[in-house]
Each structure stands twice: as C-alpha cells, then as structure tokens.
C-alpha cells in the first residue's frame, strides 16, 4: 500500500535504545539499510509472536510503503511506549532527581492529552 501521509507516524527508540517506528496502532522494528542507505525498511514488532509479514519504508523519515498485516494493530500501546521513550531520553540529559522528571513528563503527556 503506497503511502505518503505520515501524519501518523511517530519515530521514537525502544527501551533498549533501538530506533522504532509506531505507525497506525502497528510498532516496527528497524530490519537493514539498503546497499545505499536512502531507504529504511522496518518490520512488524509481532513478526514473531503473529507471525506477521507487515512492513514499513520510510526515507529520511518520510513513509514511502506500508504492507498489510496479519496482526491486530495496539492503539493504545503506542502513547506508552512513546511516553516511555521520551522520559529515557530527558532522565538520559538531566541532572534533576527522577521523581521531578517523571512529574513533569507526566504533566506534559497530560496537557498534550487534554488539548486533543
């Protein structure tokens, strides 16, 4: 399914610091550059636990492509994970106490929430 709205996609990093990708409910997974880096395949984060084929193109952070999947997609799993990622990488730059930084990650993600 070619694609050119990425509106909905979000670039983020994974837990363990790895890029991912969330896109319509669905999580991708980097998989391998092409031989001249333009274009950045992903796969479907349930590629094992499905056995999902879905993927994802993006070049320089743009969607290119977007396959089906056999998966279910996880709306709500997204703003999580995502709101994970973002306090990994303040609490990464910060000298400030943890608890101050959750408080204020919390606050924005709140804001954010209510101004939908």
Same mark, same amino acid.
């Given at each position: ?39 950045? #395949? ?19 952070? =743009? ?9 279910? #997609?996880? #709306?709500? =799993?997204? #703003? ?37």
């Amino acid at each position: 399914m070619e694609d050119d709205d990425d509106e909905d996609t979000v670039f983020s990093k994974s837990q363990q610091g790895k890029a991912i990708v969330f896109y319509e409910g669905w999580t991708f997974h980097f998989h391998i550059r092409n031989k001249d880096g333009s274009i950045t #395949p992903w796969r479907c984060a349930d590629r094992f636990t499905s056995m999902c084929k879905g993927t994802l193109q993006t070049k320089d952070e =743009k969607l290119l492509k977007h396959t089906d999947h056999v998966c279910d #997609p996880h #709306p709500f =799993k997204i #703003p999580k994970l995502k709101f994970l990622s973002d306090l990994k990488d303040v609490a990464n730059s910060s000298t400030e106490v943890t608890s101050l930084i959750v408080g204020k990650e919390l606050e924005k993600t709140e804001k954010k929430l209510r101004g939908r």
